[in-house]
């Protein structure tokens, strides 16, 4: 072999060996120590870029630690291959989303490939399969069989760039969160899983995921948004009609002056007066434009319209005016609410805008407030007042249990639990999904597609742009399954978090078409025992991949209801990028002198996840090509902690670079000796204070990596080989120097565990030193290293360090070490160095295990 760290040579070289070894590939049947690694599929929408590469290192280094430690890891390869990301890219290339999407896929898999991450390839499974979507609407015909899936005229979130509806978890901040167009509202028949059905258990199972982070499992709880409160009654006068409304404060209904619905509410056409109608009218045009974002915004001035009708008080019976403002969603609760201004901020604002009756019901103790001269609702704690038998109670949890009750008994109203959780919207009217496998008859309705004609394939047809299955006759012309008339077939596809859903359980059985998996090998290794994907998947996917599993469960198919026992959520990589006000995003590489380079003009620059829209993305060949992909493995886990979010650094790479060439050239150099030492147990007794403090180091470092490896903190691994490598290139400087003599055992065992130690992270180089050492077996082989517990012992002696007889300084030594001389003279010199101020030492003088003095 040539001199010096070839990485070219060396990674091309084991590229494929662990593979075609199949030492990824567990046999199902045998699931002693078995483990369930798996990261979130990715979307094959584009190429890779080292900002995915966290995601895929961080696994391929966790499965490698555990396959060294006996483990049966089966991790998993598939393509969230549906969906618009792949369709948007499709149609700005005008190639078909099919094309585009497989191109990706042999992308994905060269990529992985070059970064030497192995999974079990036999289990390699794409969602755009029909041997996959079949599973998808086998699993809708059974959802709606017994209910969970159903379809009804709705207000939905339309997302104009797209061209399809939105669930409520994918507008954020009122935009789509693929494209960011505004989102609008669009009156529209969809198809739905009622995932309502299910929560309260999925808010009270949160409490089982004890290895979830708190942070994924508040976001969920807040989503789900449990109340407790009351549903009350409220008749509209002169008519038969009521209006219910959902309250966590039906103690406060003394004080409900006015009631508010949305304007989008069914009941306001039916009750808005000929007088009023026209306002009404054109203020329900005005809030169709705005979002649910923009509504909520507690600073916007309270905006409204009186329709002309009232509604009474169930207690006090008196008339109160029916208002619709913006501030009133349909999509939460009833879309109705009493309004009660005294003790509600925005009912307060809106009050005193359109100057409509506010009654205090609760007072603080000791006060007495007066509503008129007040600038804010008050909020806090106190005692009922104005409030008829009620009056005196403290207001508060076991007084909201009283009106309760009293409602119950007069018949007004009832205890209720509420969720803010809506169910999900699953219909999309694009392409490039799984078919919904449903047929509209006008005889028997809507009716299932039968299993044995499942999968409804979608048409292999020229591409239509942004246009669904609704422009495509051949394929929703049909018949009828149960009368065999013409009928018509459904057009909308599934939104891709179904596919996502339940995938973790496919990959068991993935090249199974007689069933959707195996239910036995599925109940044998799942839950997943480490799931690893981003915190942006917290309320979807997560969510709903709980959902689907609770529902799978009780189809009988499985025996658990939670589909990850543990979660970690990985930070992004950031990286510079640089924007120009007239010629937008510009990539970093092409910036000369900090201007444009098309026109000179000055840059805006900004920390940002890397994205190509951004054009900031780095490519793994970039740094492949010029430092090897041991480099850029090595980088990528040391750069931060995993979890936290992190900036792209080049310096941090050549640093990487030029630690793994100090190993390589610590293994050539003493290549001789390594290889013909044979291999034998370090006897601590008959080592010298040098040699036992590197083995005492090279155990700390066993230790401390073992750790890390199991709680994924990486970085710190990497840190700890630096300094292991450190403390065996000062052992060694010692020996060549003539201070030590080297102890030839005790370097094969130290170079070893250092190697051992790296190669889940750099696995390329590592394998290639195994051999140089003399072994012939893989490192996937040897046993993971364990510490001796006795090397860690560790007695230190605190040495004075003076200057000139006056104390300057003190150090810790190990106690071995507190009697050598030299050792404490050396010690003592390096520590005190940068305060002698250029003068010259004349004398050291150490006192063994007392004090040196420095004569200067």
Not at 496 to 516: A, C, H
Request: hydrophobic letters at 40%.
């Amino acid at each position: 072999m040539a001199e010096g760290y070839d990485f070219k040579h060396i990674e091309e070289k084991w590229r494929d060996y662990w593979r075609e070894r199949r030492f990824f590939e567990p046999d199902l049947d045998d699931t002693s120590d078995k483990v369930y690694y798996l990261n979130m599929f990715p979307y094959p929408s584009g190429q890779m870029h080292v900002g995915h590469g966290r995601n895929w290192l961080i696994g391929d280094a966790y499965c490698r630690y555990l396959i060294m430690n006996g483990h049966k890891v089966l991790n998993p390869m598939g393509y969230d291959a549906f969906g618009l990301p792949a369709e948007n890219a499709a149609i700005d290339r005008g190639i078909h989303p099919k094309e585009w999407t497989l191109n990706n896929i042999e992308s994905f898999r060269s990529q992985f490939r070059e970064w030497g991450v192995v999974f079990d390839w036999r289990r390699e499974l794409a969602t755009c399969d029909p041997g996959y979507y079949k599973w998808n609407q086998w699993l809708f015909v059974r959802f709606f069989r017994s209910g969970l899936a159903y379809r009804r005229a709705s207000l939905v979130n339309w997302c104009p760039g797209c061209e399809t509806v939105l669930a409520n978890e994918q507008v954020v901040d009122g935009q789509c969160e693929r494209c960011r167009s505004t989102v609008e509202k669009k009156d529209l028949t969809q198809w739905f899983f009622r995932i309502t059905k299910y929560a309260q258990e999925l808010l009270d199972d949160l409490d089982k995921l004890e290895h979830w982070p708190e942070r994924v499992k508040t976001m969920q709880s807040n989503w789900i948004g449990r109340s407790e409160g009351a549903s009350i009654r409220f008749p509209v006068d002169g008519t038969d009609e009521t209006i219910e409304v959902f309250t966590t404060r039906p103690d406060t209904i003394y004080g409900a002056t006015f009631m508010v619905l949305a304007p989008e509410h069914p009941l306001v056409d039916t009750l808005t007066s000929s007088e009023y109608r026209e306002r009404v009218s054109a203020y329900q045009r005005k809030v169709a434009a705005e979002s649910d974002v923009e509504r909520q915004m507690t600073e916007r001035e309270k905006t409204g319209e009186f329709i002309g009708a009232y509604a009474k008080n169930p207690i006090t019976g008196a008339k109160i005016p029916i208002w619709i403002a913006d501030y009133v969603l349909m999509g939460y609760g009833t879309g109705a609410i009493m309004a009660v201004p005294g003790h509600d901020q925005r009912d307060f604002d809106f009050a005193r805008i359109f100057d409509l009756a506010i009654i205090l019901v609760i007072s603080p103790k000791g006060e007495e407030l007066v509503a008129a001269a007040m600038l804010e609702a008050f909020l806090g704690e106190g005692v009922m007042i104005n409030s008829g038998p009620f009056d005196g109670l403290p207001a508060g949890k076991e007084t909201i249990r009283k009106f309760i009750d009293y409602l119950e008994e007069k018949g007004l109203g009832k205890g209720e639990v509420n969720f803010r959780l809506r169910d999900w919207l699953i219909s999309r009217q694009r392409y490039w999904g799984t078919p919904i496998p449903m047929i509209h008859c006008d005889a028997c309705g809507v009716v299932p597609v039968p299993d044995e004609q499942l999968p409804v394939l979608l048409p292999d047809v020229a591409f239509l742009g942004k246009k669904g299955l609704s422009e495509i006759p051949e394929f929703y012309e049909t018949e009828c399954p149960e009368c065999g008339a013409p009928a018509r077939r459904d057009t909308d596809t599934m939104d891709t978090f179904v596919d996502s859903s339940w995938y973790f359980m496919r990959y068991l059985s993935s090249q199974n078409s007689e069933k959707i998996f195996d239910s036995e090998l599925v109940n044998k290794w799942l839950p997943v025992d480490q799931y690893v994907g981003g915190i942006e998947h917290a309320i979807l996917h997560l969510l709903y991949a709980r959902f689907v599993t609770k529902a799978i469960r009780d189809m009988g198919l499985i025996d658990f209801g939670e589909p990850f026992t543990r979660l970690f959520t990985q930070g992004m990589i950031t990286h510079s990028a640089y924007r120009c006000e007239t010629h937008g995003w510009i990539p970093p590489q092409d910036i000369k002198n900090g201007t444009c380079p098309i026109g000179g003009e000055p840059l805006i620059s900004e920390l940002a996840k890397m994205s190509k829209s951004k054009k900031n993305t780095i490519a793994p060949t970039e740094i492949i090509e010029k430092y090897g992909t041991d480099t850029e493995r090595l980088y990528t886990l040391f750069m931060g902690p995993p979890e936290k979010e992190i900036e792209w650094n080049d310096e941090g790479v050549r640093g990487g670079y030029r630690f793994l060439n100090r190993v390589w050239t610590v293994v050539e150099k003493y290549r001789d000796v390594l290889h013909t030492t044979p291999a034998e147990k370090i006897d601590l007794a008959g080592l010298n204070q040098r040699d036992k403090q590197l083995w005492r180091v090279v155990n700390e470092k066993i230790d401390s990596v073992t750790r890390d490896f199991k709680n994924l903190h990486f970085n710190t691994a990497v840190a700890a080989n630096m300094e292991l490598s450190n403390e065996l290139g000062d052992y060694l400087n010692a020996c060549e120097q003539g201070r030590h003599e080297l102890h030839p055992a005790l370097l094969k065992q130290a170079v070893e565990k250092l190697i051992l130690l790296l190669s889940p992270m750099t696995p390329f180089v590592t394998e290639e030193l195994w051999r140089l050492l003399g072994n012939d077996s893989a490192v996937l082989e040897q046993k993971w290293p364990i510490h001796d517990e006795a090397a860690l012992e560790r007695d230190e002696t605190l040495i004075v360090i003076q200057v000139n007889g006056k104390l300057r300084d003190q150090m810790m030594v190990p106690s071995e070490m507190a009697t050598d001389k030299n050792e404490l003279e050396r010690r003592a010199l390096e520590q005190i160095e940068g305060r002698l101020q250029g003068k010259e030492v004349r004398k050291v003088i150490a006192v063994p295990g007392k004090l040196v003095n420095i004569v200067a």
